[in-house]
């Protein structure tokens, strides 16, 4: 039940202060030191962090159910857990770094809506780029399965993908498939990302690296497939047609090109957290935007592609579009 719209513009006006407690806290690795029952000095004393404030955040993260407390000692939530220890697989501590550092950006918001430019990131760390890569496999391999078995790989041997990131797709296919030569085209400091993951899983011979832009890297030729994963919201809309006429050209007769994506309604209402992520893309992008499903098909059609196959997925809305190079 929807709640009554004062208590709704109240709650929604103060959610940053929750979302603080647990980026701060995240990023101070607290929750790598409580595994087990710890009491509060330890923990300042492991954080580097005075004792009285460190009651305070750990009490608060206690009200959020996300430490549980017991005779002044907490430890993380049971359910929790597995996505806050950096030891687990499932963790997601790399995306949640990556909300930290952009907390500050979103206070930028009204300066954006003045001037339509994203805020100056020249002086983002070469850690936060690398918690951003991490953090895109934070949240795919929980529904990358979804996407791949939707890729079609039979009979295909050249598979590129662009703006992979840690190659969280790839790594799947090229597991699944072991007659495809993966193809990554990316930024450096992404394919150094990618590279660490691929190594770790033994699939870094199977592999070639693309470095550049979409704009600047020869995309080279013959490939059987390419997919562009959540990269399209990212560029200009000038880009963006640089994108469809390479992938184009790119492909062999016959091949495929992939296309994931956020969407939007065609009103551009829905789904609330893609039509707000427009407004990160505002802030973090020059001239990156969300798509309706039918601008995506429109571009696929005057580029050339044939046969356009959509398949839509909730929670995380993403659409993914696939359509021949005929």
């Not at 805020?119 to 690398?130: C, H, I, L, P």
């Not at 496999?137 to 041997?157: H, M, P, Q």
């Not at 427009?278 to 050339?304: A, P, R, W």
Request: glycine letters at 6%.
């Amino acid at each position: 039940m929807a709640q009554p719209p004062l208590k709704h513009l109240l709650s929604l006006g103060r959610s940053f202060w929750d979302a603080q407690v647990l980026l701060t806290a995240t990023n101070l690795k607290v929750f790598d030191n409580l595994q087990d029952f710890c009491n509060a000095k330890e923990v300042a004393k492991s954080c580097k962090l005075k004792l009285r404030p460190t009651v305070m955040l750990l009490d608060a993260l206690a009200s959020l159910k996300i430490l549980e407390k017991k005779d002044d000692k907490y430890c993380v939530s049971k359910g929790y857990a597995p996505f806050l220890l950096s030891t687990s697989e499932k963790n997601v501590v790399s995306i949640l770094n990556h909300y930290y550092y952009m907390y500050a950006d979103w206070g930028s918001l009204k300066q954006a809506l003045k001037t339509d430019k994203p805020v100056d990131r020249k002086d983002r760390s070469a850690e936060q780029f690398y918690e951003f890569i991490r953090g895109m496999d934070n949240l795919t391999k929980f529904y990358k399965d979804r996407l791949i078995a939707n890729i079609k790989t039979d009979g295909v041997k050249k598979f590129l993908d662009v703006g992979s990131g840690p190659a969280t797709y790839l790594r799947d296919i090229l597991k699944k498939n072991k007659d495809i030569t993966g193809y990554i085209l990316d930024l450096p400091d992404a394919t150094k990302v990618a590279k660490e993951f691929l190594d770790k899983e033994g699939l870094l011979n199977r592999v070639k690296f693309i470095k550049g832009d979409i704009e600047s890297a020869d995309f080279g030729n013959g490939y059987d497939a390419i997919l562009m994963s959540q990269v399209l919201h990212s560029l200009t809309p000038e880009s963006v047609k640089i994108a469809f006429n390479k992938a184009y050209n790119a492909l062999k007769k016959g091949g495929k090109l992939y296309i994931h994506e956020f969407y939007l309604n065609e009103t551009r209402t829905f789904p609330p957290e893609n039509v707000i992520f427009c407004l990160n893309m505002l802030l973090h992008s020059n001239g990156g935007d969300n798509f309706t499903i039918s601008q995506i098909k429109k571009l696929y059609s005057e580029h050339g592609f044939k046969n356009i196959k959509i398949t839509k997925f909730k929670k995380p809305y993403t659409v993914l579009l696939a359509a021949e190079k005929c």
